[in-house]
């Protein structure tokens, strides 16, 4: 029996599809998670925007155009906001975002087949995501998913270690919701990260809050023998005012002052970001303010996108913005983006990293720095394996290098 189980959303999603990759797995099924011919599809839905909500509706009937008598299970946060309009589609099983379990044992219980626990998920050669928490309690007045995912909870220090000694790839990825507020009966983040001082795979970083930013956590990170330096920390908009009327709870100095704080612990860090454009409060002084924090910063990658209406938030009793001019915001923020992720990958330009292999394509593998810039070298290198390169020529989406070897043979 063969099964697709798609995703869409963040990276928590991918974590929870790869447990059930797992968990079916262990029980005999051939699982892809590509759209493609299967007995089954598991659809794992997002509706961090309405563009988000509307791609994971039509993933139904995308489904059926390989198969239209395929049984076809969905979950996650498009579901917990509109189940009526996943029922309507006539799908044989539904469940929202913190029961997604669930949707495992529905297959077992129609197919066969058992889960006695649940297992860790399945993992990539170079790259093993471990969820330390889920929920979320800041409730940004633009953002549905703590009305979706819940308030927060974290899973124990003992349970995290446990799962990451057993993985056998090179990189940890340690992911939630929101893991600035992790917390196992008052041991925070910094605590954690002390717990995995051994460890000696490469550890990186999900998403984080301005908060979580201080000397003991950053001292608590340069202690771990392999930490990789990408600090995505959340901005959302570089204007205070815009700050405030999303409940951001930081100002645009304090933000300034946290990236600053980085750089003296972690001088050829990343700090990575989100920012929203077309926010209904902004202005177009507002928006210089996101533009001009950019250069400011020296931000290594920005994830740009515009303002996206979500009924149930605070900000959705605001009037939007005009379409053209949330569009010519984003144009001009994604243009500056580029430029910034261009400015970072130069500056870094003759220096050696660690980098650890990823994909062979076209020639050429590719894969992350530790303060991931993406790398290309010329031919083939083993997956998973970590190799100390040079940068030495600028691409669109990164840098090409050479490995020490290749660097000494051409000196």
């Not at 590509?34 to 988000?52: G, M, P």
């Not at 900000?315 to 500056?336: E, G, M």
């Not at 590719?366 to 010329?378: D, F, P, R």
């Amino acid at each position: 029996m063969k099964a697709c189980i798609f995703t869409l959303g963040c990276k928590v999603n991918e974590v929870e599809s790869a447990t059930m990759a797992a968990a079916l797995e262990e029980n005999g099924w051939e699982v892809t998670d590509k759209l493609s011919y299967a007995d089954i599809y598991i659809l794992n839905t997002c509706a961090v925007t309405r563009e988000a909500e509307k791609k994971s509706r039509q993933l139904v009937a995308r489904a059926r155009k390989f198969n239209p008598s395929a049984r076809i299970f969905v979950c996650g946060c498009a579901v917990r906001k509109d189940v009526s309009a996943f029922e309507s589609k006539g799908v044989y099983f539904v469940t929202g975002a913190r029961d997604k379990s669930e949707t495992v044992k529905a297959v077992f219980d129609l197919y066969g087949g058992e889960c006695a626990r649940q297992p860790y998920p399945k993992q990539s050669k170079t790259r093993a995501f471990i969820k330390i928490q889920d929920g979320c309690n800041n409730f940004c007045s633009y953002c549905i998913i703590p009305y979706l995912r819940g308030r927060e909870v974290s899973r124990p220090i003992a349970e995290i270690a446990a799962e990451v000694a057993a993985c056998d790839c090179p990189e940890i990825v340690l992911t939630g919701i929101n893991i600035s507020s992790y917390d196992d009966g008052g041991t925070g983040l910094t605590g954690l990260i002390e717990a995995l001082s051994d460890v000696k795979k490469r550890i990186r970083l999900g998403s984080l809050e301005c908060s979580v930013i201080t000397d003991g956590f950053l001292s608590a990170l340069k202690k771990l023998p392999d930490f990789a330096p990408q600090f995505h920390l959340s901005l959302q908009s570089g204007s205070s005012a815009v700050l405030k009327a999303m409940n951001r709870r930081y100002t645009r100095e304090e933000y300034l002052k946290k990236c600053e704080m980085i750089y003296s612990y972690f001088p050829d860090g990343a700090v990575t970001t989100d920012i929203i454009s077309g926010f209904p409060t902004e202005t177009e002084r507002d928006f210089a303010e996101s533009l001009s924090i950019i250069s400011e910063v020296g931000f290594a990658r920005v994830h740009a996108f515009s303002y996206s209406p979500r009924e149930g938030t605070a900000a959705y009793k605001l009037k939007d913005l005009p379409p053209d001019v949330k569009n010519d915001r984003l144009s001009r923020l994604l243009a500056a983006a580029k430029e910034a992720e261009k400015k970072y990958v130069l500056k870094h330009m003759g220096c050696t990293f660690c980098f650890i292999a990823e994909e062979f394509k076209d020639g050429m593998t590719s894969g992350y720095t530790g303060n991931y810039i993406k790398v290309y070298l010329n031919g083939e290198y083993e997956a998973g394996k970590k190799y100390n390169v040079k940068l030495v020529g600028l691409r669109d989406d990164g840098a090409i290098a050479v490995t020490e070897n290749e660097n000494q043979e051409g000196s």
